[in-house]
């Protein structure tokens, strides 16, 4: 059965395993979100590479390990989204896991979030294991590095018609539910 999206903001909005307002009055929520694929446009990079290498991509060329991420272009409505959620009063995290194979590929995240979202700098996670990290919410487009296994709610990018504008007012739901204040 397919739900309005005012339907799943509201499922989504009351069936969150986020604290209660007695547990969390008037505090912001913590908010962790993926790099690639949510904020940068990974796929269209990885795209772009298939005319530089048609037979190999895939085989002996895998994109994470050459393209470079500074170089990305954002995803849709991500920068407006982040800004939203920073406007809420919410406590917003990048949290990347970094190809292990081109350790270039940090330095490039970190010079990708400079240019984008300079208000992030300095709030970047890498990390290969995102269940270890703590909050509210963790937005991420994958489920195989311990997504389903955080301990807050795990809002899966892209899936379910999941877009930035669903995300901003499902979490804006959410911040009227539980009374939070950005003060």
Known sequence: MLMTQGQRIQTSATKCRIKSTEQMPNQKLTIYIDMDGVLADFQSAANSLADQFPTELGHHVKPDEVLDFSTFTPMPGAIDAVAALLDMGHDVYIASTPPWNNPDAWGQKRNW???????????????????????????????YRGQKDFEGEF??????????????ETIESITKLLKITNK
Request: glycine residues 6%.
């Open 155 to 168: 809002m899966h990018f892209g899936q379910d018609g999941m877009d930035w504008e669903y995300v901003v």
């Open 113 to 143: 979030i400079e240019k984008h979202l300079p208000s992030l700098r300095r709030k970047v996670i890498l990390t290969h294991h995102k269940n270890l990290l703590k909050g509210d919410i963790l937005i991420d487009d994958s489920t």
